[in-house]
């Protein structure tokens, strides 16, 4: 991954967590509090059992995204923050798991 590349995605992390914050949850980056490789991208006490990556690049690879986010997130539930520039913020998850998410809110 080159400078430029790795620049977008400090970035992008900063974004994701300002909007967390815009909508009332504590949140920063993660690697720059936790340090180690495996740390989530978002670091957020409310929402302790997900594990968010975010990727800000213009062509994803979802499926290959979507199998790192589980990998790195053991037991939590992974989600995954993505925009392109120019584009609102989209979140990615399991069905499954927004399925589970959907009946326990109501």
Do not use: T
């Not at 620049?7 to 914050?21: C, H, S, T």
């Not at 509090?33 to 213009?58: A, N, T, W």
């Not at 062509?59 to 995204?65: V, W």
């Amino acid at each position: 991954m080159g400078k430029k590349s790795r620049d977008k995605g400090k970035v992008g992390e900063r974004e994701f967590a300002a909007l967390l914050r815009e909508h009332g949850f504590n949140a920063r980056r993660g690697v720059q509090y936790q340090g180690g490789p495996d740390s989530p991208d978002i670091q957020c006490d409310d929402l302790g059992e997900y594990h968010i990556e975010v990727k800000r690049c213009e062509n994803l690879s979802l499926y290959k995204a979507v199998k790192q986010a589980i990998q790195d997130a053991g037991e939590k539930i992974p989600i995954i923050g993505h925009r392109r520039n120019n584009q609102e913020w989209l979140c990615i998850m399991k069905a499954d798991d927004l399925l589970d998410l959907i009946k326990g809110a109501r």
